[in-house]
């Protein structure tokens, strides 16, 4: 399967998908939380095991090979299902909804980290908070028309980011040809938590579609 494929669904059959798949990932989601934060044992849990592992059996039934991609209808509109931070049908991803200004100049989102989250006791883990950074200084990089690949990202972990309700805000700090410097930060209930700044580079085999053909991985 292509990692970006063009997909032939009607907005009706796109929605449909989502009321399937956003419910039945956050049961999963919700089984992840259930799972680590349980205080039944023994026998309890060998029974759910076996009801855990008796669903899987019966997902595998049917699967693609790989990863999910990005899917994008007629009117380009993208839809990355398995993303890691946004993700629909990902049950690691929280998932963040993403809002963005209209002017395309910023982009947030509101979104609860719980107990799956955990670095430091009670708190989310550093690399949890860079993962989501990440991710929205890309989107802000791509809300400003700027798309790109993370080349580099710098995290400054200004004080711990407590589980619960969290907010990230990111925008575009200036660019150069395919470069793109965004910034953005993460803040809890009690203020500012993590900032990061990244340089997103549109890459050569998007530049230059010619090279897209030969480009494993990416079109194949
Ligand atoms: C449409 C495409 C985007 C899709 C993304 C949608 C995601 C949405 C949101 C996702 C959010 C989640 C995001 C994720 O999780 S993205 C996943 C994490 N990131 C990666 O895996 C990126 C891996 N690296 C690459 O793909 C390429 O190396 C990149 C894309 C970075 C460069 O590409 P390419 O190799 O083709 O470029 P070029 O060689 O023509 O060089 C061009 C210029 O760039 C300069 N340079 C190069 N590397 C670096 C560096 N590391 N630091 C500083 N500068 C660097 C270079 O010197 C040159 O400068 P100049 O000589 O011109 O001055």
Redesign the pocket.
């Known amino acids: 399967m292509s990692r970006?494929a063009p997909e032939h669904l009607t907005p009706e059959q796109i929605e449909e998908q989502s009321a399937v798949y956003g419910p039945f990932t956050q049961a999963v989601r919700d089984l992840v939380d259930a799972a680590i934060r349980t205080e039944l044992g023994g026998d309890d849990i060998r029974a759910a095991q076996a009801a855990v592992e008796a669903v899987t059996a019966r997902l595998r039934e049917r699967e693609i090979e790989g990863a999910l991609g990005?899917t994008f209808s007629e009117d380009g509109v993208g839809r990355?299902w398995g993303?890691a931070?946004i993700g629909l049908r990902n049950a690691v991803a929280p998932p963040l909804v993403v809002e963005k200004a209209e002017d395309g100049s910023r982009v947030w989102s509101q979104f609860h980290l719980g107990a799956a989250y955990e670095g430091p006791p009670g708190c989310v883990h550093g690399g949890v908070a860079s993962l989501v950074l990440?991710?929205m200084?890309?989107?802000a990089?791509?809300a400003g028309g700027r798309?790109?690949?993370?080349?580099?990202l710098q995290v400054h972990y200004r004080k711990p980011t407590p589980l619960g309700p969290l907010r990230a805000e990111a925008w575009i700090e200036r660019t150069?040809?395919?470069?793109t410097w965004a910034r953005g930060e993460l803040t809890g209930p009690e203020g500012l938590c993590v900032e990061a700044e990244g340089?997103?580079?549109?890459?050569?085999?998007?530049?230059e579609p010619a090279d897209a053909e030969t480009r494993p991985g990416f079109f194949e």
């Open positions: 970006f990005v990355p993303n931070v990440d991710q200084l890309g989107q990089a791509g798309p790109g690949m993370t080349a580099t150069e040809g395919h470069k340089l997103f580079i549109l890459p050569r085999w998007a530049r």
